[in-house]
């Protein structure tokens, strides 16, 4: 399992299985975010998260999203300490959009 992985790696991975996404921006700040068709995105505020652990299933692997990356990169650690597989995903939703766009 990856600690973290690229926007590019993200994207290939998702082309050949459908991914777990745990999208952990604060809803006030969520905009559009469209992944793939078959990977299937939960969305838990950052802050949220410690309390809603009973959500999330420790079978399953999540790539971990926030706008920039950097706030996910720390709650990974947290999941990985809690049991759960996780990835962040470096840069967040503001690379997968400069990934798509280009």
């Known amino acids: 399992m990856y600690n973290s992985v690229t926007t590019k790696e993200f994207m290939a991975l998702a082309e050949k299985e459908p991914l777990d996404v745990l999208d952990l921006r604060d809803p006030d700040f969520v905009d559009s975010f469209d992944l793939l068709e078959n990977s299937k995105v939960t969305r838990i505020p950052l802050t949220q998260l410690p309390n809603r652990l ?49």
């Open 54 to 102: 009973s959500q999330l299933d420790k079978g399953k692997t999540y790539y971990l999203f926030t706008e920039f990356g950097g706030r996910s990169k720390t709650m990974a650690q947290f999941l990985r300490n809690k049991g759960f597989q996780v990835a962040n995903v470096i840069g967040g939703t503001s690379a997968y959009r400069r990934y798509v766009a280009s």
